[in-house]
Every structure is written in C-alpha cells, then in structure tokens.
C-alpha cells in the first residue's frame, strides 16, 4: 500500500482526535439505537405471545389514521387505529389492518378480543349492553 493512499483507515487516522472522538460517539449511538429497537420489538412480541387471550365488552370511542411517508419519491404508508373505551371508562388503543378499520365504525358496541397489545377482533353488537347493567 502506497504511502498517500486515501484509503478510508489512513483518513480515519489523520483525523483530529476531536473528530475521531465524536464519529464514535455517532457510530455507537446509532448502534445503541438499532440494538433498543431490536430489543423492544423482540420484548414485546414475547409480551403479547404469553398474555392471554381477553375478550370485553366495549364501545368503540374514536378512529384515527396516521399516513408516513410520501416525501418526493418514496411512496407513503397508513398505519390505522382505533380506541376502545370500557365499561370502567379506560381506554386502551389498537393498531388494526384496513379491513377492520374500514367495517367498524365510532359509537360502534361489542366484544373485543386482544392479547397484549394485539387487536384480535371485534364482534359487534346491535344494542348497548351497559344500558342493561
């Protein structure tokens, strides 16, 4: 290898120390990001595969969707969710695929079907059972 060969280890070396110094704290916050990432979606999965499976009465309160995505080039993408409101008045959220979101409709009552964090279904009911309790 030649002496002034630009390779990328001779630039790297080259560098002030100030500069070495902070392109590795870039490069280790950007790894430490990507590994939490990892870390959060492999803990929630396993979360929501040993929750049981819960099924409760509810209405459904709002629908929302959020569009990203879309910037020149790049073609966008729509996440939908929808908030369930219960008989004690929590609320809890779920994301849901576009057929869900497209047959369930606000003031909507039923019986959801969750495990953890995952929407599992929604099984409408013509009438408010709350009314009844």
């Keep these: 290898m030649a002496v002034n060969d630009p390779s990328f ?3 790297f070396g080259e560098m002030p120390v100030f500069m ?3 392109f590795a704290i870039v490069v280790i916050l950007i790894v430490g990001g990507i590994v939490s990432g990892v870390t959060r979606a492999v803990s929630t999965g ?3 595969q040993a929750a049981e499976l819960l099924t409760e009465y509810c209405q459904i309160v709002s629908k929302r969707t959020k569009v990203s995505g ?5 073609s966008a993408s729509t996440s939908y969710y929808i908030t369930f409101e219960f008989a004690n008045r929590s609320r809890t959220e779920f994301r849901v695929t576009p057929q869900d979101y ?3 409709a606000e003031g909507d009552f039923g019986y ?4 953890g964090t995952r929407f599992k ?4 009911h013509a009438q408010n059972q709350y009314d009844s309790n």
Excluded: V
């Design 121 to 124: 279904g929604f099984d409408r």
């Design 20 to 22: 070495q110094f902070f």
């Design 9 to 11: 280890a001779s630039m």
């Design 70 to 74: 879309g910037d020149g080039d790049s």
């Design 46 to 48: 396993l979360s929501n």
């Design 102 to 104: 497209g047959l369930l």
């Design 112 to 115: 959801l079907s969750y495990k």
